[in-house]
């Protein structure tokens, strides 16, 4: 939760500075910019609008393809997913596939141009930004010693409790084998 707070307190900054050199009032519903007033929520809904445009002109031009994503893992399908259905697009799987196979009829220009691109933006941040928090994590919370694990070089024969067993086994084989050769000949 504190690096959450962190990028919001941060953001705030960056809001600061920026309505400091300009003509910029930002809150909570409203944004104005040269004292001309615009609606947050109006906002998204219009860059919302272009897009849903941009993909109906494009399915013309291109259109939609079967897609098959396999992704690395389920947040990296959720990332998917949210995209995807943030451009109207209906991600389903087949029964069988694996919880991150993600299925979709897209145009080809939009996997190329957009959605991959922003599928590896937003990996990319994710992964950054859970590694940094499992090492606070770590520190903070399990131990405070998070340094790599030593290096060190291998015994010469260690061997397992199994390999023992079997080395055992193979040795109580032979003599059995051998007994069993000596009674025969009698």
């Given at each position: ?49 272009r897009i ?80 940094e928090v ?52 009698a």
């Amino acid at each position: 939760m504190r690096g959450a707070f962190s990028v919001v307190s941060a953001a705030n900054r960056v809001t600061e500075k920026l309505s400091a050199r300009l003509p910029l009032q930002v809150s909570t519903d409203r944004i104005t910019i040269d004292g001309k007033n615009f609606a947050v929520k109006d906002a998204a809904d219009r860059a919302e609008q272009r897009i849903l445009d941009r993909l109906k002109s494009m399915g013309a031009a291109d259109p939609p393809v079967q897609f098959k994503f396999t992704l690395r893992d389920m947040r990296q399908q959720k990332v998917m997913v949210a995209l995807m259905r943030r451009y109207g697009l209906k991600p389903y799987r087949y029964r069988g596939q694996r919880y991150t196979t993600v299925m979709a009829r897209v145009p080809r220009r939009l996997v190329n141009e957009t959605l991959w691109a922003e599928l590896q933006e937003i990996s990319v941040t994710l992964c950054i930004y859970l590694s940094e928090v499992t090492e606070r994590v770590v520190s903070e919370v399990i131990c405070r010693d998070n340094s790599e694990v030593d290096v060190v070089d291998e015994p010469r024969q260690a061997l397992s409790v199994f390999d023992q067993a079997y080395s055992e086994l193979a040795m109580l084989f032979v003599l059995a084998a051998a007994s069993f050769a000596k009674v025969s000949r009698a």
